[in-house]
C-alpha cells in the first residue's frame, strides 16, 4: 500500500479426523466399565486481514483480525478475534505500549469422548462430550522507562474456559475428575520489573505482581461457583559473576493463596539456585542445579465448598538435583528439528 502502509490478508482450511476407542478385556472388583468408539471430525476455516503503519512522530501501529467458522460433532460458531498493537516512543527512555490480544485453547480429543477411566476403586476421570474451544482476551497497557524498568496494567478475560476440576458424587462413593467449560475466568491487576546491579559481579531482577481473580461456572454438576479471590506473588532472580567463566544464581518466588474453580490453592515458595563453570579454554562446562530446594514449590490444594471435601498433597515429589558436564567439539552445532504438534491426540 502507499504512504507507509502495510497490508497482509491469507486463508486457511484444517480438517481433522480422530478415531478413538476404549476397551476392557478383564475387570476385577465392583465397577462396570463399557467399551466405547467414537469418530470425531473438526473443521476450523479462518481469513485473516492485517494493516500496519510506522508515523514519524514515533508511534507504530498494527491491527489485525481472524474470522473463524469452528465446527465439531453438531457445535459450530463463527467468532472474531482482533489484535491490536499500539507502541509510542518519543525518545528511547520512554516508551508506551498497548495491546489486545486474543487466542484459543482447544481440548484433547481424547477429553471429548464419553468415556469413564477408573483411577482406582472411588477415583473416575469422565470424558466431557461437547467440551468447547477457549477463547482469551488480553488488554496490556505498558510503560518502559530507559529501556529496563517495566511497569505493566493488565486485563484477561477467557470465555468458556475449561479445567479439571474434582467433584464428589453426592449418589455414591465416587470423586469424579471431569474437564467443564466455565462461564469464563478472569483476571486483572499490575506489575513491575526491576532489574538492578549491585557493583559489577551482582545482577538481579525483582517481579511484582498484584491482582483480581474472578472465576463462575453455572453448570459444574449441582454446585455452581462464582468465586473471587486477591492474589500475589513475587520473583527475585540473582546472578553473581565471580570471573567470566564460573557464575552462581539463586531464585526464590513466592505466591499467596489463590484459587482455581473449586480448589483452594495454599500459599506457594520456591527457591531454586545453580552454579555453572566453564574450563579448560571453555571446552569444558560443569553445571550443578537444585530445583525447589525447600520442597515448597508444588502447592497442597483442597476443596472445602458447598459439602465438598477433598485434600491433594502433590509437593513431596518437587524437589530436584541435577548435574551436568560437557566437553565441547571444535565448530559441532547441535542440528535443530521441528516436532510435529500432536499434543491434542495425548491421553
Not at 159 to 168: I, M, S
Not at 222 to 232: G, H, V
Not at 281 to 290: D, I, Y
Request: one cysteine or more; a positive charge.
Amino acid at each position: 500500500m502507499s504512504k507507509g502502509w502495510s497490508l497482509g490478508y491469507g486463508a486457511s482450511y484444517r480438517l481433522v479426523n480422530d478415531r478413538d476407542f476404549q476397551t476392557y478385556s478383564k475387570v476385577t472388583g465392583n465397577i462396570n466399565p463399557s467399551n466405547t468408539y467414537s469418530n470425531l471430525q473438526e473443521q476450523t476455516t479462518d481469513f485473516y486481514a492485517s494493516l500496519s503503519k510506522n508515523f514519524a512522530a514515533g508511534l507504530s501501529m498494527t491491527l489485525s483480525a481472524t474470522a473463524e467458522h469452528y465446527s465439531i460433532r453438531d457445535y459450530q460458531k463463527w467468532a472474531i478475534y482482533p489484535q491490536v498493537s499500539l507502541t509510542y516512543s518519543k525518545t528511547p527512555k520512554h516508551t508506551f505500549q498497548l495491546s489486545l490480544t486474543t487466542d484459543k485453547t482447544y481440548p484433547s480429543y481424547w477429553e471429548m469422548q464419553s468415556t469413564v477411566s477408573y483411577l482406582n476403586g472411588y477415583s473416575e476421570l469422565w470424558g466431557t462430550p461437547g467440551l468447547k474451544p477457549s477463547a482469551f482476551y488480553n488488554l496490556n497497557g505498558s510503560y518502559i522507562l530507559k529501556r529496563k524498568y517495566i511497569f505493566n496494567l493488565f486485563f484477561m478475560h477467557a470465555l468458556d474456559f475449561f479445567a479439571q476440576t474434582p467433584y464428589q458424587s453426592t449418589e455414591r462413593l465416587a470423586l469424579i475428575y471431569k474437564n467443564t467449560n466455565w462461564n469464563y475466568m478472569q483476571s486483572w491487576g499490575a506489575n513491575a520489573i526491576v532489574p538492578f546491579n549491585v557493583g559489577s559481579r551482582l545482577n538481579s531482577r525483582l517481579t511484582l505482581t498484584g491482582m483480581q481473580v474472578r472465576q463462575r461456572c453455572d453448570d459444574f454438576f449441582d454446585i455452581p461457583f462464582n468465586r473471587n479471590k486477591w492474589a500475589f506473588n513475587a520473583a527475585l532472580d540473582n546472578t553473581f559473576k565471580v570471573t567470566r567463566n564460573l557464575a552462581f544464581e539463586l531464585m526464590g518466588f513466592v505466591q499467596t493463596p489463590t484459587i482455581q474453580g473449586t480448589f483452594n490453592i495454599e500459599l506457594i515458595f520456591n527457591l531454586n539456585a545453580g552454579m555453572k563453570w566453564n574450563f579448560g579454554n571453555e571446552k569444558f562446562s560443569l553445571s550443578v542445579r537444585g530445583n525447589d530446594i525447600s520442597n515448597t514449590g508444588m502447592p497442597q490444594a483442597n476443596v472445602r465448598f458447598k459439602g465438598q471435601y477433598v485434600d491433594m498433597n502433590s509437593g513431596f515429589y518437587s524437589r530436584t538435583f541435577s548435574m551436568d558436564f560437557m566437553y565441547r567439539f571444535g565448530g559441532y552445532k547441535r542440528k535443530e528439528i521441528k516436532k510435529v504438534d500432536a499434543s491434542r491426540f495425548g491421553y
